[in-house]
Each structure stands twice: as structure tokens, then as C-alpha cells.
């Protein structure tokens, strides 16, 4: 780190707040198995919105890049110094800034954890459910900036459903706001909206308003087991077109079963070739109702059902299920996963294809995910320490975008671009769509010093 910057993040931000030592936490984020790290230039930790507004017009000055992170659980290697940027990370800005239960809002600055505002609005009866996986680690902040999802968002939506306002720093230094505790605001063009998913690239988020909705009483779960993925997917769009609404609507494939299936908490079918859960939520009375119907839609075709009632068995359920990803990874040692989406009916294409993308890459390959989003988790699993099939696996990514796009789908339903899939948005988009998507970029940051090289629409 140069003189010049230490001593201008120090003034901007204090002393403590510029780390020295090992700074090797800040060098990557949760695509570190993929080999995707980098070494930070500088890492520096403001605690209030004037010290980070201070830090980016310190950067602006010395024209030094920036890279925002919040908990380093992002999935596109969005928060990676890859070109040796300074990390600015939000940790320290956790203050709760109001919280009105009676008005179902709360306002939180970016580097409260998920998890944390999952229970402050727990402790008020009230729920906020946007639920990436990561929940303990992950910070709204970093939520917003992805506009994560999750198993709710079927219902509920994915984050930006839940954003009335937030609060944010450009590359300049200058603050802003878009919105706030309001439920409706159409004043300007959308900017909010626009920062929603910007991946740290156009601004700096330090304080979001949140909506919150009250907690549903009752959560109850129905598990299906088919003999074959096109069996699971009639009964998927059964579901759907009968006008159930459930809160969650996921599926698992055959592989997926074979990898994780040992430790389902009941009696799984050996020869399951898609697994369906759903979960029926609201009043007791209301759960129950919807619990009965999902089980009847469910049955008709299913090899066997399994729609636990105690608490421990739900909760049993959902450990199983939140422990899948790393079920698959242990299976051969390893696996690289792509979150590509596509429209609802064309789910079980996306299944089919996968299977067979993986097999023509010389892969064993499976995929999970949120069926009623149509969002894969299409994972190609990979040995330990096997450069080659890393290769492999990144030559069938490129297909599985190309097979999402074929099918009217995206390359990215919930983790964004990053750096993983910098230049893939060009597949899926005019040249006068990736201009507009470029001019946004320049708009906001004319330098080009917040988080370079990520997200970018056309391959650099
Ligand atoms: C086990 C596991 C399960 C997961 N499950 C899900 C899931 O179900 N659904 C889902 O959508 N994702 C999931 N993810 C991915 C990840 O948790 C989400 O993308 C999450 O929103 C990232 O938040 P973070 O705070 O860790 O952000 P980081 O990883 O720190 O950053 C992600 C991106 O946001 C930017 N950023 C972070 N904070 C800010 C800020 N305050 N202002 C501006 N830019 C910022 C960074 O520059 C980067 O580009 C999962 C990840 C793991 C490891």
C-alpha cells in the first residue's frame, strides 16, 4: 500500500479502521474452491456512512479502485480484489436505525447480518423473508446488491421486493437516497431499483428501509418423491395451475438424491428420480388446509410422500435440505454450480439438459433448486484437486448458459454475474440493451474505480 493511501483511508476512515497484517479473509469469497482469490491493496472498515462517503472520495482522489464487500458468502466472485483494489467492507455499520413494528418497517444500516434481521423482525412478530442460504454470514447490504433469493422467494419474492429505500455512496463520494419508509413511491425514474442488484458497481449501499410482512403462525412441509423428473414436474405444474400458493416450491433431482439422499430423514424411494418439496404456511387452520391439498395433488402419481408435523421433524426436513449443497460437493470431493433460470414450464428441459451437458463434458452432473422459480442449481460434480475437470466444468458452464438462454431462461436467477459471468449478459441481450447497461456503468462512475471487471455486459 502506498504512503499516499494509508495515510488518506486513515484520515478518511481512522486509524483502526485500516487493517493491517493478514489480509487474506478479504481476498476472496465463497468461489475460493474454484481458485478465484486476490490480495487486497488496502482493507478498510468504516463504521458510519461520512467515513465510507470519506474513503471513496479518498479513492476518487488517488484514482486507486475500490472493491465493496459485505460478507464474502457471494457466489460470482463479486467481492474478489482481483486487480489489487482496496476492500471496503461494511462489518462495522450494523446499527438498527429504527425499528416500527406497528408499521411493518425497519431501517438497518448494510452490514447487519441476514440472520440479524431475520430475528429483529422475529422478535416483533413479523417476518422478513428473502432467505439465501448463507443467512449468518451474508449482510443485507450484500443482499440488496445482489437482490438475493432464496427457497422463499417463490411466494414472497426475492430482496428487492422488501427495499422501499436505501441509502448509498457513489464512486465521487457523494450521498444519496432513493426512497425510504414509503410504500409507494413512482417520483424519478427507479434508481432504487436500479442499485438493487448492482453487485457493488455503480454505488457503495450503507442503510436500506426494509417492509416487513407478520410472521405466519404455522410452516408445514410436503416432500414427494417421483419415478422420473418429468413424473416430479407434471406434479410441479399441477401444483401451480391448481392456485396453490405455497411458501416454498423446491425440487431435487436423481443425482442430487444419489449424493444426498443417504440422510433424507424418512423412507426415500431408491429409485426416486425427483424429489418435491413444498410447504404450506399461514394461520394454523390455513397451513393445515394447504398441507391437505399439496398432499393430495402431490399423492396422485408420487412413489411415496413424507409431510412431517412435529417441530422436530420439520426441522429435521429443512436441515436435510439446507445441507444438500454440501452433500453434493463431498460426494466426489468437489463441484462447481451454476444458478441459471429459465420460464417454469421449461423446467424439466433445464433438468434434461444438465444431465446431459455434464455427460457430454465427461461429467457426472445434477442439479436442485427452486422449481417454482424455475431457478437451477445446475452442479457439476468434480474430484478434489482436478484441474482438468475444473476446465471441463467451466466449458459446460458455458453450455448451461447457452441452454438457459435457448430455452427463454437466464444465466443468472439469484447470484448475478460477478466476475464468474462477467460478459455473459451479451448472450442474452441486443447490442442496444448492453450500450444502455454500459452507459448506466458510466453514469455512475465515470472512472471506473468501484469493483472494475465485475458484471460487465459484454466480454472485456
Ligand atoms: C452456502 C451458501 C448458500 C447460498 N444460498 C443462496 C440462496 O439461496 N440465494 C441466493 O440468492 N444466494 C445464495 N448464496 C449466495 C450469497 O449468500 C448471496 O449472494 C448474498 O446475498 C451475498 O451477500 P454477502 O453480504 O456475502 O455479499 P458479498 O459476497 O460480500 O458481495 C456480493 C456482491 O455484492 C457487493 N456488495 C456487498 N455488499 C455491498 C454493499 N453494501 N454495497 C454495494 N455492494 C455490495 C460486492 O461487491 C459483490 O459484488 C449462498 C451462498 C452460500 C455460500
Redesign the pocket.
Given at each position: 500500500m502506498s504512503a499516499a493511501l494509508t495515510r488518506d483511508l486513515r484520515r478518511a476512515a481512522g486509524d483502526a479502521a485500516v487493517l493491517d497484517g493478514d489480509l487474506r479473509h478479504y481476498g476472496h469469497?465463497?468461489t475460493e474452491a474454484h481458485g478465484i482469490a486476490g490480495v487486497p491493496a488496502a482493507v478498510v472498515l468504516p463504521s458510519s456512512t461520512a467515513e465510507v462517503a470519506a474513503v471513496l472520495r479518498a479513492c476518487d482522489g488517488l484514482d486507486v479502485p475500490v472493491?465493496?464487500?459485505?460478507?464474502?458468502?457471494?457466489?460470482?466472485g463479486?467481492?474478489v480484489p482481483l486487480g489489487g483494489e482496496v476492500v471496503l467492507g461494511?462489518e462495522r455499520m450494523v446499527a438498527v436505525r429504527s425499528m416500527a413494528p406497528e408499521h411493518w418497517r425497519t431501517e438497518v444500516e448494510?452490514?447487519l447480518t441476514?440472520g440479524h434481521v431475520h430475528r429483529l423482525a422475529r422478535e416483533s412478530g413479523l417476518l422478513f423473508p428473502p432467505?439465501?442460504?448463507?443467512a449468518e454470514?451474508?449482510?443485507?447490504?450484500?443482499?440488496?446488491?445482489?437482490?438475493?433469493?432464496?427457497?422463499h422467494a417463490f411466494k414472497y419474492g426475492?430482496?428487492g421486493r422488501w427495499v422501499t429505500g436505501l441509502e448509498?455512496v457513489l464512486p465521487s463520494g457523494e450521498t444519496v437516497t432513493f426512497g425510504g419508509p414509503v410504500r409507494k413511491d413512482v417520483a424519478g425514474y427507479d434508481l432504487r431499483s436500479l442499485l438493487i442488484g448492482?453487485?457493488?458497481?455503480l454505488?457503495?449501499?450503507?442503510a436500506v428501509w426494509l417492509s416487513l410482512t407478520p410472521m405466519p403462525e404455522a410452516r408445514l412441509p410436503v416432500a414427494a418423491a417421483f419415478a422420473s423428473a418429468d413424473a416430479g414436474c407434471d406434479a410441479i405444474e399441477a401444483i401451480v395451475a391448481s392456485g396453490l400458493v405455497p411458501a416454498i416450491l423446491e425440487y431435487l433431482d436423481a443425482g442430487t438424491l444419489t449424493a444426498a439422499g443417504a440422510s433424507f430423514p424418512a423412507v426415500l424411494p431408491p429409485d426416486a428420480g425427483l424429489l418435491v418439496i413444498a410447504e404450506a404456511d399461514g394461520s394454523p387452520a390455513e397451513a393445515a388446509r394447504v398441507r391437505e391439498e399439496l398432499l393430495e395433488v402431490l399423492s396422485d402419481g408420487a412413489l411415496s410422500t413424507h409431510a412431517p408435523q412435529s417441530r422436530s421433524d420439520v426441522e429435521a426436513l429443512w436441515r436435510w435440505r439446507d445441507g444438500v449443497?454440501t452433500a453434493v460437493a463431498a460426494h466426489r470431493g468437489g463441484k462447481m454450480g451454476e444458478?441459471i433460470v429459465v420460464p417454469f414450464d421449461r423446467l424439466r428441459e433445464a433438468i434434461a439438459a444438465t444431465v446431459e451437458i455434464g455427460a457430454r463434458h465427461g461429467l457426472d452432473a445434477c442439479s436442485w433448486g427452486h422449481a417454482g422459480d424455475g431457478n437451477l442449481h445446475a452442479t457439476m460434480m468434480l474430484r478434489r484437486d482436478d484441474p482438468d475437470g475444473l476446465a471441463r466444468a467451466a466449458a459446460a458452464a458455458e453450455d448451461l448458459f447457452a441452454a438457459a438462454v435457448e430455452l427463454g431462461g437466464s444465466v443468472s436467477g439469484?447470484?448475478?454475474l460477478?466476475w464468474v459471468k462477467r460478459g455473459q449478459l451479451a448472450r442474452q441481450w441486443t447490442e442496444a440493451a448492453l450500450d444502455l447497461h454500459e452507459g448506466v456503468k458510466r453514469l455512475f462512475d465515470p472512472k471506473g474505480l468501484l469493483?472494475p471487471q465485475?458484471?460487465l455486459a459484454r466480454p472485456s
Open positions: 469469497d465463497a472493491v465493496p464487500r459485505g460478507g464474502g458468502t457471494g457466489l460470482a463479486g467481492a461494511l448494510a452490514g441476514t432467505d439465501p442460504g448463507a454470514q451474508s449482510q443485507i447490504g450484500g443482499n440488496v446488491a445482489t437482490n438475493a433469493g432464496g427457497p426475492v430482496t448509498a448492482s453487485e457493488g458497481t454505488a457503495v449501499i450503507t449443497s444458478d439469484e447470484h448475478g460477478g469493483n465485475k458484471k
